[in-house]
DNA sequence: ATGCCTTACGTTATACGTAATTATT
DNA sequence: AATAATTACGTATAACGTAAGGCAT
């Protein structure tokens, strides 16, 4: 049976005459005719009381109307059910808490194959760790560990807070510098920070040249002889050599781990992620 | 979207390759793998993993089967749906108590060019009450009132039972009869006598040959000179003259009511059999 | 006269089958 | 060799549109 021409009664009893239906179906009414009698024939039931220049729907027909409307309900959850459940099952919704992340677990997944495409979203930890229990995101990638009994949390990455300076730097010598030797000094900073806002928040004795734009923030690098932050994964996303010597902070706050965390029972995500 | 793929797609799963679903289906299998090309597209969703000489579901393929299932389960509810409607609203259900009844009844109707088709079944009081009170039965005729509250009877007609003779018989030019006056004679009687039964089994004192075959007891009633019982019914019946003399029985018994009952809530139904 | 339904007929599009191709077991 | 899926091509079915006819308001 042809779904299509259900779809026609229902416009023929919304219009009351094949000819409007017709036209709101962008159909001929011939065609609309003939349909509408084959249907009659397909069901075996009279649908329509036909005078000579008025058809109209027997009680029969009416009730037809009011069953087809419930299969095409159907039809489209069917059609629905099925988009949604391939959508889940051929992307792996993410979730992270920097942008950084993004790139380092592209980085991870690169060789990888995934069957799934990666559909990857910025969010607060708390909306974060909201969204992994409603199963809204099948993992999230944060700075804390997630501290929850349906959650397997474990750590991802590492991420460790570099100085970027020029070599003729005065630390360009230096093995490892601290948070206190960027006292009194002038910085590039990049706005949209992330995680490492609140690290920058505190260092109230540095002065900051902050610029929102990331091509704008490039050139300033190379123009400039000031010092600026970097990040072993800054340092990999970067495609051009940017010249620069990047000498890592031994301060405990300037080292951060990432937590990839997933529901317990979804276990295998974290495994799919982590291995190899 | 064709319905027929979505079964199409269920053999292939239950048949596990194109060829065998193909053949099941009566179809080739040079149609079965297009026709499954199209369903993928039109769901706009991959189905189906496609190895050399080998193609199997995806989990998404899985998934669609169990919904196509339930999808033509609802095609199949609505088909059923529609034709019992369409039953429904074109045949009215009636019970009998006696077959004589159908004649009347038919004989009332058939100038009345009912909408409905009429469709009769003879069966007992008691089956014929419950069968109109679980609705299965739009209304029947009985030889007594129902008394039930949610049952309307009416009066429907009277059939009165008469003697049949041959002209030259002594009874030939009485005005009545009492079923007295069968004492010490031979008779003819058709057998299946329905509601006459009881009555003819009081008739201790006369001689009955019996006989099943209807056209055996009109031959016999037109050869014999031997009185047989007749009623307004069975006179109405008769297409050709039988050349008979018929007497009325002016006992109680040999008059019987029919009452014709419906629900109350199908007013409608007794107003329609009984009005013109 | 205009609107509505139907019939008739030619055309297009869709679906099918046969045959041939390629790959796997 | 045999089985399985795909590709290619010619054919048949069905759906559609245009045109014409009939009937009603």
Not at 4 to 32: C, H, M, N, R, V
Not at 225 to 236: D, G, K, V, W, Y
Not at 262 to 270: D, G, Q, S, T, Y
Request: glycine share 4%.
């Amino acid at each position: 049976m042809n779904l299509q021409y259900l779809e026609q009664l229902i416009a023929f009893e919304e219009e009351g005459t094949l000819s409007k239906a017709a036209e709101t179906l962008l159909l001929s009414q011939p065609s609309l005719t003939r349909n509408m009698k084959t249907l009659e024939d397909e069901l075996g039931v009279q649908l329509f009381l036909r005078k000579k220049n008025k058809i109209s729907l027997t009680e029969t027909g009416k009730y037809t109307v009011k069953e087809a409307r419930k299969l095409l309900v159907h039809e489209q959850v069917f059609f629905e059910n099925v988009q949604r459940f391939s959508l889940q099952a051929t992307t792996l919704f993410g979730g992270i808490c920097a942008p950084g992340v993004e790139w380092e677990l592209k980085n991870r997944l690169a060789d990888k194959k995934l069957p799934q495409t990666l559909k990857l979203e910025l969010l607060s930890h708390q909306d974060l760790v909201e969204a992994l229990l409603s199963q809204r995101l099948q993992f999230i990638v944060t700075d804390q560990k997630v501290t929850d009994d349906q959650v397997l949390s474990s750590g991802f990455f590492k991420e460790q807070l570099y100085l970027a300076v020029p070599p003729a730097h005065p630390y360009a010598l230096k093995e490892e510098l601290t948070l206190a030797d960027l006292a009194n000094i002038t910085m590039l900073l990049r706005s949209d920070l992330g995680i490492w806002q609140p690290l920058v928040d505190g260092l109230t004795d540095t002065k900051f040249i902050v610029q929102k734009d990331w091509e704008a923030f490039e050139e300033l690098i190379s123009a400039s002889a000031l010092p600026s932050f970097s990040t072993n994964i800054t340092q990999q996303a970067r495609e051009t050599d940017d010249q620069r010597i990047h000498i890592p902070f031994s301060d405990a706050i300037a080292t951060k781990t990432f937590y990839l965390s997933v529901l317990k029972k979804n276990r295998a995500i974290l495994t799919q992620l982590t291995t190899n």
